[in-house]
């Protein structure tokens, strides 16, 4: 079943700005600190409208509710032409044809009035304010623009021709463009979470849960399940397959919850002595928190299988001074299975920690990743019975890009893995502070249970649109692992 929100662009829950990608352990207190939606609102209109003067770097904010459909627009080359609010907005886009209908929202004006550009169509005028008067755009203009009819994803797009009247507005071609083209020479660095409530939600399996809150004391999902301000939380319970000719109480399962809220990290150094942008950062980050188990005898098989679960889909909008700048999150929740031999496990833990993956730009070194991730666990129960190995994993794969590009994939799974090792000379079992094993008549050997964590991604291609140099092929983050033993004995 696919549930469907309307994203809600007026806010990101501020306590998670202090944590992909966030909150606490599902047992937080739901009502600690977290400022309120007016204070959100009032800082995040202060930093639209920051600037770099007196050399200070431009405000990097959630996007306020006014914010929902604003544009920016840019002359480059031309005096005073730095990017600026301004009051039209983008009425509809063909990504096919690339042309987009503009538009002003101010009162009393049309898309025919104010100074007249050189090709006959009006243009931006500057203002005291840092806002574009509404008059329509010109060639050459840049224009950075909230998702809109046609663009969902947000358009970033330079203005090549201009049509004509069209409705309420003027139709122009467009052409594809880059950040530096907006931001020029100025600096922005900022790390902003994303709503838990703008998410899109597809369940892939029939005993999923989606559960959020935030403030104002909402909250979506189950009743009861307690989740932190600002966290997303998905819950989810299947079966595996089971090994043939395992008895029936060796049923093989996969149940437990990831909680998440991913922040969206972005920065931008400009270079004025230089074409492009002397620094860039493009990232996602954040804390985790889940418990889960594994229980029976898995199927045998050494490839591991991968069962995506959930699917979530959210498109913040980040004020980085006047400029909207649109950013595509994408996370898919999976577990993943392995196992060998006759091994049967039941085995859960409680997983905290956070993470940090995404791509650094500069000028000597160019495109360098980022991956970190820092996780501690506690052994809830763990039990491992005849030999053989099995290994499970309950991650999210995330992907992050700006206008509707992909630049960063990182992939999250931490993991749980039960090996056991027998010879046929005793007949044994044991057990070690709540943890057990046993082997079998006739046998002795030692087992072990392990909790780790994967982060691996690649960063790509189009993170060129910040106006960096073009990757000739996609980087690899590397592989950041970590294993940790959660219990282990001899028999």
Same mark, same amino acid.
């Given at each position: 079943?696919?549930?469907?929100?309307?994203?809600?662009?007026?806010?990101?829950?501020?306590?998670?700005?202090?944590?992909?990608?966030?909150?606490?352990?599902?047992?937080?207190?739901?009502?600690?600190?977290?400022?309120?939606?007016?204070?959100?609102?009032?800082?995040?209109?202060?930093?639209?409208?920051?600037?770099?003067?007196?050399?200070?770097?431009?405000?990097?904010?959630?996007?306020?509710?006014?914010?929902?459909?604003?544009?920016?627009?840019?002359?480059?080359?031309?005096?005073?032409?730095?990017?600026?609010?301004?009051?039209?907005?983008?009425?509809?886009?063909?990504?096919?044809?690339?042309?987009?209908?503009?538009?002003?929202?101010?009162?009393?004006?049309?898309?025919?009035?104010?100074?007249?550009?050189?090709?006959?169509?009006?243009?931006?005028?500057?203002?005291?304010?840092?806002?574009?008067?509404?008059?329509?755009?010109?060639?050459?203009?840049?224009?950075?623009?909230?998702?809109?009819?046609?663009?969902?994803?947000?358009?970033?797009?330079?203005?090549?021709?201009?049509?004509?009247?069209?409705?309420?507005?003027?139709?122009?071609?467009?052409?594809?463009?880059?950040?530096?083209?907006?931001?020029?020479?100025?600096?922005?660095?900022?790390?902003?979470?994303?709503?838990?409530?703008?998410?899109?939600?597809?369940?892939?399996?029939?005993?999923?849960?989606?559960?959020?809150?935030?403030?104002?004391?909402?909250?979506?999902?189950?009743?009861?399940?307690?989740?932190?301000?600002?966290?997303?939380?998905?819950?989810?319970?299947?079966?595996?397959?089971?090994?043939?000719?395992?008895?029936?109480?060796?049923?093989?399962?996969?149940?437990?919850?990831?909680?998440?809220?991913?922040?969206?990290?972005?920065?931008?150094?400009?270079?004025?002595?230089?074409?492009?942008?002397?620094?860039?950062?493009?990232?996602?980050?954040?804390?985790?928190?889940?418990?889960?188990?594994?229980?029976?005898?898995?199927?045998?098989?050494?490839?591991?299988?991968?069962?995506?679960?959930?699917?979530?889909?959210?498109?913040?909008?980040?004020?980085?001074?006047?400029?909207?700048?649109?950013?595509?999150?994408?996370?898919?929740?999976?577990?993943?299975?392995?196992?060998?031999?006759?091994?049967?496990?039941?085995?859960?833990?409680?997983?905290?920690?956070?993470?940090?993956?995404?791509?650094?730009?500069?000028?000597?070194?160019?495109?360098?990743?980022?991956?970190?991730?820092?996780?501690?666990?506690?052994?809830?129960? @763990?039990? !491992?019975? &005849? #030999? $053989?190995?099995?290994?499970?994993?309950? +991650?999210?794969?995330? %992907?992050?890009? *700006?206008?509707?590009?992909?630049?960063?994939?990182?992939?999250?799974?931490?993991?749980?893995?039960?090996?056991?090792?027998?010879?046929?000379?005793?007949?044994?079992?044991?057990?070690?502070?709540?943890?057990?094993?046993? @082997?079998? !008549?006739? &046998? #002795? $050997?030692?087992?072990?249970?392990?909790? +780790?964590?994967?982060? %691996?991604?690649? *960063?790509?291609?189009?993170?060129?649109?910040?106006?960096?140099?073009?990757?000739?092929?996609?980087?690899?983050?590397?592989?950041?692992?970590?294993?940790?033993?959660?219990?282990?004995?001899?028999?």
């Amino acid at each position: 079943m696919r549930i469907r929100k309307r994203p809600l662009r007026a806010l990101m829950p501020a306590l998670a700005a202090s944590a992909l990608f966030l909150a606490a352990g599902c047992s937080a207190d739901p009502a600690a600190h977290n400022p309120s939606a007016a204070d959100r609102a009032q800082g995040a209109e202060a930093s639209a409208a920051a600037t770099t003067q007196a050399g200070q770097p431009l405000a990097v904010a959630a996007a306020p509710e006014a914010a929902a459909t604003s544009t920016a627009v840019a002359r480059p080359g031309a005096a005073g032409g730095k990017a600026r609010k301004t009051a039209l907005k983008v009425k509809s886009y063909d990504s096919h044809t690339r042309r987009a209908v503009i538009s002003p929202t101010g009162k009393g004006t049309s898309g025919g009035q104010g100074a007249s550009g050189g090709n006959g169509t009006s243009s931006p005028s500057p203002s005291t304010g840092g806002t574009a008067e509404p008059h329509a755009t010109a060639v050459g203009d840049v224009i950075a623009s909230a998702p809109a009819p046609g663009a969902p994803e947000g358009l970033l797009a330079k203005v090549t021709k201009v049509i004509g009247e069209k409705g309420d507005g003027i139709e122009v071609q467009t052409a594809p463009t880059t950040l530096d083209t907006l931001l020029g020479d100025d600096d922005a660095k900022g790390s902003v979470p994303v709503d838990p409530a703008s998410f899109d939600v597809a369940r892939l399996l029939p005993d999923v849960k989606v559960s959020w809150a935030k403030t104002g004391d909402i909250h979506s999902g189950p009743e009861g399940t307690k989740v932190p301000l600002g966290s997303l939380r998905i819950d989810v319970g299947a079966k595996v397959g089971t090994a043939e000719g395992a008895p029936a109480s060796a049923t093989a399962s996969v149940h437990g919850f990831v909680q998440v809220a991913p922040e969206v990290d972005f920065s931008y150094g400009g270079d004025s002595g230089a074409s492009g942008p002397g620094a860039a950062h493009l990232g996602v980050s954040g804390d985790w928190t889940s418990r889960w188990a594994v229980k029976g005898r898995a199927a045998a098989s050494a490839q591991p299988v991968r069962v995506p679960f959930a699917k979530l889909h959210a498109d913040p909008v980040l004020q980085v001074g006047p400029i909207p700048v649109v950013v595509n999150l994408d996370l898919t929740c999976y577990f993943q299975i392995s196992a060998e031999g006759n091994v049967t496990v039941d085995v859960e833990q409680d997983l905290k920690g956070d993470f940090k993956a995404g791509g650094t730009f500069g000028p000597a070194e160019g495109w360098t990743p980022v991956n970190e991730s820092h996780m501690t666990s506690t052994p809830v129960r @763990t039990s !491992v019975t &005849a #030999a $053989g190995a099995v290994k499970a994993s309950l +991650g999210a794969e995330a %992907t992050v890009g *700006l206008y509707g590009t992909v630049g960063v994939t990182a992939d999250l799974a931490p993991y749980l893995r039960g090996e056991a090792a027998v010879s046929a000379d005793a007949t044994s079992a044991t057990s070690v502070g709540g943890a057990t094993a046993k @082997t079998g !008549v006739g &046998a #002795a $050997g030692s087992w072990a249970v392990y909790g +780790g964590v994967d982060l %691996t991604g690649t *960063l790509r291609v189009q993170l060129s649109i910040f106006g960096t140099p073009v990757l000739q092929h996609s980087i690899p983050l590397g592989t950041l692992h970590r294993e940790w033993k959660l219990a282990a004995g001899q028999v």
